[in-house]
């Protein structure tokens, strides 16, 4: 399977109950096997072949895959495709995601041709709880398991997680071979993982590999992801990734790929992660993550240098929910938030997991610097809507991108790269813009300014710059000659288009 996400071919994911630090109760073990088994032994010795492997390097992948492969299963789905979805242009890439493994038939209904494709999972549990990814089965008409025997099994949806892409699946029956999860132990850079799983409808197919780093961003809010080089294609979709000793340390979720096939680039969904979403569907039918109500960016490199505190990272207020809790609290646009429960965040995305760990109602403590001084903010979290509610934005908010070509404002003031004017009635009715956005409208961008190159516009309205709003261009002007004055390479400044607002810092010219 795939799916139009950054510059990712999604592949697999997965989750599981039991967190075991061993294969006690894992798969391929029997009754006896497990009974006073030591849960940290490693599998037992073979004979030696007749050459000898390089140090740390295993004598074969067999046992382990003999061990855990019963417990891998191929999904099987039948769904219904939005056309529209396919052939979504990922932005900055040349071309457009392909679909994931699986052709298309039919056209009952008028609602999209039918599709049949392929992914994969794993047993967490002897009584039928499968682990795949949400991509996989977020469609489905209908779902089925298929074991190792080639058994087919009809499968259910217990819950879906579109925030880490895991899913959980129930099929009927009990006595399945099942893997378990390792939460504390985890291999090193360097160290061989083997996967398994249904590329191209392959089913039960193994490759192998080693870790190639840990906390890799790949533009997914709540993970970060561990990268394998053991080839990951399509229809890997929520298969698990071992260790050498058979126990799942991650779930194959993405590839880094132009072509569509296996580059050495993958990308697993760590154990804790998935093991704690997994556990959440199984007992709720959903995931329940903390809330503040605020879009936030990273406060970078740039704009630290723009408001002079040179090294600093983590994230910047750019917009808050009316009424949500951070508006509550009192937090502003342009509030640089440094941590949260005395934990630093360093990007958008750490504050993003912090606060979304909160259970509704639990305090959450920001430290913030606002206007060059810190302060504390305690926030009481909420609850955090789906992904696809916050996707759609705020009512009324006009979405993310540029709106219809509009007259520009009259020529006013040229300020870094751009003409700006006032924000009057006129110019917002001009520019169609809300009641409540004030600033300076640019009416022209030089064509080889930084600004420019930021992708700044005409009908943009700077709304405020550095620690000031602004209503004049004097305002924005003394802003920059202060900024100079101070050593500061740009200005930082808030940009209203289309709904949304962003800070991006602009260079101060020569």
Do not use: C
């Not at 599998?43 to 072949?49: N, S």
């Not at 492969?69 to 932005?91: F, G």
């Not at 606002?370 to 934005?393: C, H, M, N, Y």
């Amino acid at each position: 399977m795939s799916s139009n996400k950054s510059r990712y071919l999604f592949g697999a994911l997965a989750g599981a109950v039991v967190a075991g630090t061993a294969m006690a109760a894992g798969a391929g073990l029997n009754a006896a096997e497990r009974t006073g088994s030591d849960p940290t032994a490693t599998p037992a010795a073979v004979a030696r072949p007749n050459f000898a492997p390089p140090p740390g390097a295993p004598m074969s992948f067999a046992d382990i895959f003999e061990k855990v492969s019963p417990a891998v299963v191929s999904i099987n789905v039948t769904s219904r495709v939005d056309m529209s979805r396919l052939q979504r242009q990922n932005p900055g890439l040349p071309f457009v995601m392909p679909p994931g493994q699986g052709g298309e038939e039919g056209n009952e209904g008028g609602n999209g041709p039918r599709r049949q494709s392929a992914g994969s999972g794993f047993f967490i549990s002897a009584d039928g709880y499968v682990v795949t990814n949400n991509h996989v089965i977020e469609d489905a008409e209908s779902i089925k398991v298929v074991l190792k025997d080639e058994t087919e099994l009809e499968a259910t949806v217990v819950g879906r997680d579109e925030g880490t892409d895991i899913a959980v699946l129930k099929v009927k029956g009990t006595g399945y071979t099942f893997v378990n999860f390792e939460n504390s132990a985890r291999p090193r850079v360097g160290d061989w993982v083997l996967t398994v799983g249904n590329p191209y409808n392959l089913g039960g197919t193994a490759t192998a590999g080693i870790v190639s780093a840990y906390g890799r961003d790949i533009g997914e809010t709540f993970v970060d992801y561990i990268q394998i080089d053991a080839p990951i294609n399509r229809g890997n979709s929520g298969g698990p990734t071992f260790d050498i000793f058979g126990r799942v340390i991650g779930v194959n979720t993405a590839i880094f790929s132009p072509t569509g096939g296996s580059v050495g680039i993958g990308f697993a969904v760590p154990a804790d992660v998935a093991a704690r979403v997994s556990r959440q569907l199984i007992s709720n039918g959903k995931v329940v993550r903390g809330y503040i109500g605020a879009t936030i960016q990273n406060f970078d490199e740039d704009m630290a240098a723009a408001q002079g505190m040179a090294g600093q990272k983590g994230a910047i207020v750019a917009e808050l929910t009316p009424g949500a809790p951070a508006d509550k609290a009192g937090l502003v646009a342009g509030d640089i938030v440094l941590s949260v429960n005395g934990v630093r965040v360093k990007s958008s995305a750490e504050l993003t997991r912090q606060v979304a760990t909160a259970a509704p109602g639990d305090l959450l403590r920001l430290q913030v610097i606002r206007d060059g001084k810190p302060r504390t903010f305690d926030i009481r979290s909420g609850v955090r809507p789906s992904e696809s509610q916050l996707a759609a934005g705020p009512s009324g908010s006009g979405g993310t991108g540029p709106g219809p070509a509009r007259p520009a404002p009259a020529p006013g003031q040229a300020i870094l790269g751009m003409m700006v004017t006032p924000l009057d009635d006129a110019g917002r009715r001009r520019a169609g813009l809300p009641a409540d956005v004030r600033g300076l409208i640019i009416g022209a961008v030089e064509r080889n300014s930084d600004a420019a190159s930021k992708g700044l516009q005409a009908n943009d309205v700077i709304m405020r710059a550095g620690d000031r709003t602004l209503a004049m261009p004097s305002d924005l002007a003394a802003v920059v000659e202060q900024a100079r004055k101070a050593g500061r390479p740009s200005v930082l400044v808030a940009v209203w288009r289309g709904g949304r607002t962003i800070f991006l810092p602009i260079k101060i010219a020569d």
